[in-house]
C-alpha cells in the first residue's frame, strides 16, 4: 500500500498526489473542485486510514476471486466520484488483510462497512444492485 496516489481532477484534469491518510476533505490544487477519494488499506495501515478520517468512511471489503466482490466494485469506485468531498473509499483485499476482517467480524464477502467519527457506524452484507446500494449510501452520508 503507497501511502499517497495521484488523482487526475474530474474537473479540470490536472493531477494532485492524494494522501491515503489524514483528516479532512481532498480538492485539486489547481481549480478546488473536491477530489474522489478512493484507496487501499490493510492490515497494517487500516487504523490510520479508516481512523484519521474526518469525513465519513465506505469501507469495501473483498477478494479479487469473488463474483459478487467484482459487481460490487465499480458501484463502491462511482461512490467515490458521485461523493466526492463527502466520502472517503477504502478498499480492502481480505486476502491480503485477514487481521482487518478478523477484528471486524467478517465472514462473508463483499462486506461493506461504513464508519463515522472512527467507528462503525453500518454494515452491509452481500451485494446489492446498483440503486440499493446507493441509496444505503446516501442514506449514511446524510
Not at 94 to 107: L, Y
Request: proline share 8%; aromatic share 6%; with cysteine.
Amino acid at each position: 500500500m503507497s501511502d499517497s496516489s495521484v488523482i487526475a481532477c474530474p474537473s479540470c484534469g490536472a493531477k494532485n498526489r492524494v494522501p491515503s491518510a489524514r483528516a479532512g476533505m481532498v480538492r485539486c490544487a489547481s481549480c478546488h473542485t473536491d477530489l474522489p477519494w478512493l484507496v487501499d488499506a490493510d492490515d497494517r495501515s487500516f487504523d490510520a486510514v479508516v481512523g484519521e478520517a474526518t469525513l465519513p468512511v465506505l469501507v469495501d471489503v473483498w477478494a479479487p476471486w469473488c463474483g459478487p466482490c467484482r459487481m460490487v466494485s465499480p458501484i463502491v469506485e462511482q461512490m467515490s466520484r458521485e461523493f466526492a468531498g463527502k466520502l472517503k473509499v477504502v478498499k480492502v483485499n481480505s486476502d491480503e488483510s485477514p487481521r482487518v476482517s478478523q477484528r471486524h467480524g467478517i465472514q462473508s464477502i463483499p462486506t461493506l462497512l461504513f464508519y463515522r467519527d472512527g467507528a462503525e457506524a453500518s454494515r452491509q452484507v452481500g451485494a446489492l444492485p446498483a440503486p440499493q446500494l446507493r441509496q444505503w449510501v446516501a442514506g449514511q452520508v446524510g
